[in-house]
């Protein structure tokens, strides 16, 4: 088979559920290794891929392996496997923290790994990943990599050096832009707009801010210029936010976040 998980939980679904929807490889190539089996079931159902209990099968049978466990797994899934992977198997990492350096001392032989970022919009085929190869893998190797990657997400390689500072600014900040979603909704709620109405109100903002950034190419900053007209609405707003220290939740968030990573 050409690809296998261990592990089908929601990162390893939203992977597959891309790479099967835009037919890069069709589910009767891909296994999914999972403990639980109403998780194997899940994954089975939703995508008809393989299923079984067994980390090592997945190994045994598959070209490319994603490692889609907790981090504080890692260790013991690689303990398990890593007499079993051979010198032409390809390991797609998702996990903050681990490192390439840390990673091969697991295996404790030259591996082919390929550590990536990817992020929760992969759900919907809007996700964005950072990947770093090692210096195992050809250009052709890579390349597959990234046509894989590419199937749920926007993609980009980067030092590894950038991976923590990845993991605050796309990794986890789908979380801090749902708390300010949920936030504008709760204020038109209290304004008097229908609760459903408002979330449908505040995430098509995001959503339409976001594509303009990416489309335009401006920068944020006139962007937001280009909304706040003088003496208006919108200035005020901003105004407000400013005094109650947004852009420094933000930022002081976004290095907690980045210390974390580095700690794990």
């Known amino acids: 088979m050409k690809l296998g998980f261990i592990g089908t939980g929601n990162m390893a679904s939203a992977i597959m559920g891309g790479i099967i929807k835009n037919q890069i490889i069709p589910a009767e190539e891909i296994i999914g290794a999972d403990l639980s089996a109403p998780g194997r079931e899940r994954a089975q159902k939703q995508f008809g891929i393989h299923v079984t209990a067994s980390n090592k099968e ?17 260790a013991d899934v690689i303990r398990e496997i890593k007499d079993d992977i051979r010198d032409s198997q390809i390991i797609i990492t998702i996990a903050p923290g681990k490192t390439l350096a840390w990673l091969l001392e697991q295996f404790g032989k030259d591996v082919k790994i390929v550590r990536t970022m990817p992020n929760t919009p992969a759900m919907v085929g809007a996700g964005m990943t950072a990947a770093c190869p090692n210096e195992h893998l050809t250009e052709e190797e890579v390349s597959y990599v990234r046509t894989l990657l590419e199937s749920f997400s926007r993609v980009e390689i ?59 190419g401006k920068h944020p900053g006139e962007l937001k210029d280009m909304v706040c007209s003088p003496a208006g609405t919108t200035i005020e707003a901003v105004r407000t936010l400013e005094e109650r220290g947004f852009r420094s939740a933000v930022f002081e968030a976004m290095k907690v976040c980045e210390e974390m990573s580095k700690s794990m």
């Open 58 to 74: 997945v190994v045994e049978k598959a070209e490319v392996i994603v490692l889609s466990v907790k981090p504080q797994f890692y």
């Open 158 to 216: 980067i030092p590894e050096r950038l991976m923590d500072v990845v993991v605050s600014v796309s990794g986890s900040s789908p979380a801090y832009v749902f708390m300010f979603i949920e936030a504008m909704a709760d204020a038109a709620v209290s304004g008097g707009m229908p609760r459903a109405q408002a979330y449908q109100f505040a995430a098509q903002a995001v959503l339409g801010s976001a594509k303009m950034v990416l489309d335009t």
